[in-house]
């Protein structure tokens, strides 16, 4: 069984750029969902992704945005990069519903200067 | 707003002894309740999580949870170096879409 994957591991970037994270989930696992991770703190909450359709979302304006495929590998794109945008950026999957616990990728570190 | 409520540490500990975790919610909709484990400059680590009003034991890991309180524990035993960590707390409520809510870790220190 494979586990959650994430690509690049490292990126650094310029304020106003856009990015693209990747990642792939674990076998079996239909639902991916996102989070940041800013230094000291807890993992929030962007969004989740079921069968292709974003189905839910936490307090993240428009910019971030993402799309997953069918072979349940999703990306996250963030426009108009901001210095606070730099941070740990999780990829989780899981099979979805309310008691199926998250598996986390190793992350991408994005730093923003 | 949803918030999880964590005590930030350090949280020092002698080897062998039990390490005591604790995480309050704000959101009396919540209905499962994890622990994960998060090394520094690593991702977090599923160690334990609970859906039901008691104790849940795994290994040397237990769970407690009490809905009434709004509240859950994360009890380590014959603990060792290897569990010094972060330990966050995170709390999911009703809806299947919803995203975790985490608090902000606990920085657990086991002293040799």
């Known amino acids: 069984e494979t586990g959650v994957t994430q690509s690049p591991t490292h990126l650094i970037k310029t304020r106003g750029q856009q990015v693209t994270l990747r990642c792939s989930s674990q076998s079996g696992h239909n639902t991916v969902s996102w989070y940041q991770q800013a230094l000291g703190q807890g993992p929030q909450f962007i969004f989740q992704?079921?069968?292709?359709?974003?189905?839910g979302r936490g307090n993240f304006p428009p910019r971030f945005s993402g799309l997953q495929f069918p072979n349940y590998s999703s990306e996250l794109n963030v426009n108009a990069l901001e210095l606070d945008d730099s941070a740990l950026y999780l990829c989780?999957?899981?099979?979805?519903?309310?008691?199926?616990?998250?598996?986390f990728g190793n992350g991408t570190r994005l730093t923003v200067t | 707003q949803k918030e999880v409520e964590q005590n930030s540490g350090p949280l020092s500990v002698p080897e062998g002894a039990i390490a005591s975790l604790n995480c309050t919610y704000s959101?009396?909709?919540?209905?499962?309740f994890f622990w994960y484990r998060q090394y520094s400059g690593k991702s977090p680590e599923l160690i334990m999580f609970i859906y039901s009003n008691g104790d849940k034991e795994d290994g040397r890991f237990t769970a407690q949870l009490n809905k009434a309180s709004q509240y859950v524990s994360l009890l380590i035993r014959d603990s060792q170096p290897s569990d010094s960590a972060t330990y966050l707390c995170a709390v999911k409520s009703g809806g299947g879409a919803d995203g975790l809510t985490f608090g902000k870790g606990t920085h657990l220190i086991i002293q040799p």
């Open positions: 959101d009396r909709g919540s209905q499962s």
């Open positions: 992704y079921y069968r292709e359709e974003e189905n």
């Open positions: 989780a999957s899981s099979f979805g519903g309310v008691d199926s616990p998250l598996h």
